[in-house]
């Protein structure tokens, strides 16, 4: 099975910086894009980025200029660094990964949380 795994999160001030992680392991087809989401209390799970096979990236309107999304070669790693960190970027942030298939796996979550 697909396991995707996330690391890096925790308690940062607004205006600090975070680099979150994520590893992909066993067996999948090839994987056509990775991303990140995040679910902050009381809200739904939205988009925060994600890049493509190809390098292209896409951002939420409210991380541009801030997050930068980024991948290994074999597409099993994403990272996802976090600048200028702000209170409302506080959530779980959860990994993505998209398949040939069109199958969607997903990590277990982690904490960010961003203090005024």
């Known amino acids: 099975q697909v396991q995707l795994v996330e690391s890096g999160g925790g308690l940062v001030q607004a205006g600090g910086s975070l680099r979150l992680s994520c590893s992909a392991s066993?067996?999948?087809?090839?994987?056509?894009?990775m991303g990140w989401y995040r679910q902050a209390p009381g809200k739904q799970r939205e988009l925060v980025a994600s890049?493509?096979?190809?390098?292209?990236?896409n951002y939420a309107d409210s991380v541009k200029g801030r997050f930068t999304i980024s991948r290994n070669d074999a597409n099993t790693m994403t990272y996802l660094q976090m600048n200028s960190l702000k209170p409302e970027d506080t959530a779980v942030y959860y990994c993505?990964?998209?398949?040939?298939?069109?199958?969607?796996?997903w990590g277990q979550g982690t904490q960010v949380t961003v203090s005024s």
């Open positions: 066993g067996s999948f087809f090839s994987i056509n894009a």
């Open positions: 993505h990964a998209r398949d040939e298939r069109w199958l969607d796996y």
């Open positions: 890049i493509a096979r190809a390098g292209s990236t």
